[in-house]
Every structure is written in C-alpha cells, then in structure tokens.
C-alpha cells in the first residue's frame, strides 16, 4: 500500500516529524499520556504528550488511540537518555483511523493483539525493520474487511515470525505465508 510507504524523519529546528502507527497509550498523570508507536522505519518510539486529555487544538479527534496512523511533530527534551529517548509530542494529525475495525468487536481485537504484539517485540533504537511496518499497516487495513478475523490473526503472526526469521517458507505454514493479508 502507497499510503505505508516508509518515509525517513525530518528534522527542522530542533523539531522531528514521523508517521508512527500507535501502538499503546498510558495515562499519566491528571492530563497526560504516554505513547508508544512504530515509526516507518520499524523502530519503537516513546512519546509524551503533555496535556493530551485537555487540548482540543493539538490533539484533536481522538487521533490519539492506539492503531491510528499519525503524523508526529516531537522534540526530544533535555536529560533525556540517548538509548530510549521520551519525545514530547507537541502536534500530532490524523493520517488513517482505520475506523473499519470499529465496526465489528472481533475486528477490534485483532487488530489490538496486532500493535500489541509488535509493541512487546520491537525495541528502542532498532531501525532497521521497515517491514514490520508496512507488515502492521496491511495488517490493520486487512483487519478493517475482514471477515475471519481469527485466520488474519494468524498468518499476521506467520509473517511476523517469518520475518524475524523463526519460521521458514517450507513450513507448515507456507501457503498463509504465501498469500496477502488482504485474502
């Protein structure tokens, strides 16, 4: 899908902008969140929103759930560690809500054990998986129309630990491997 394509960051001023998937959101404190989201790249980034629950201009529509596609504006605040950096978010907008996966529970679950696996299996400061997130992005369009929510859920699973090199193409899960998520 054009739309996943991966894209690299772009730094201006002190300020990076990413197209992340969100993969799991905290709440901290009265007002805030914590974020963590698959940059295009494949690696694992945490971020802070400040104020998140409150703003209406900087966060608005919900945009903040986890399985959105977003473009980020962050900045990484001083004392922060250089091996698992917390980005403040001070922007984010909407790419994709896949709202498909709204329609139907079993949809919904499948694609939350999708971000929720990749979000326990990246780790800070891997970049170098750029196929994890196309692999997430198809999952989550897929998920959107699908009809056996439980067979995407599985040859997801394939294809992840195809790709983490587990499972090779002679398995016995071959033919999931084999075809598109979106059959």
């Known amino acids: ?34 974020l963590h989201g698959l940059n295009s790249r494949g690696g694992r980034m945490n971020f802070i929103a400040r104020g998140a629950l409150r703003s209406k201009k900087r966060f608005a529509g919900g945009v903040l759930e986890p399985t959105h596609y977003i473009s980020a504006q962050c900045t990484t605040p001083p004392g922060t560690s250089a091996e698992a950096p917390l980005y403040l978010l001070t922007e984010a907008s909407l790419i994709k809500g896949f709202d498909g996966l709204r329609d139907r529970y079993e949809r919904l679950q499948t694609a939350l054990a999708m971000v929720q696996l990749l979000n326990q299996m990246c780790q800070h400061g891997v970049e170098d998986a750029p196929e994890l997130f196309d692999l997430l992005g198809n999952g989550l369009s897929s998920a959107e129309t699908s009809e056996d929510a439980e067979i995407l859920k599985l040859q997801f699973e394939a294809k992840l630990l195809y790709l983490q090199g587990v499972l090779s193409t002679d398995s016995i899960y071959a033919d999931l491997l084999s075809r598109p998520l979106s059959e």
């Open 1 to 34: 899908i054009a739309l996943f394509e991966a894209k690299k960051a772009k730094s201006c001023r002190g300020f990076v902008k990413e197209r992340i998937i969100l993969l799991r959101k905290i709440k901290y404190g009265e007002s805030d969140l914590i």
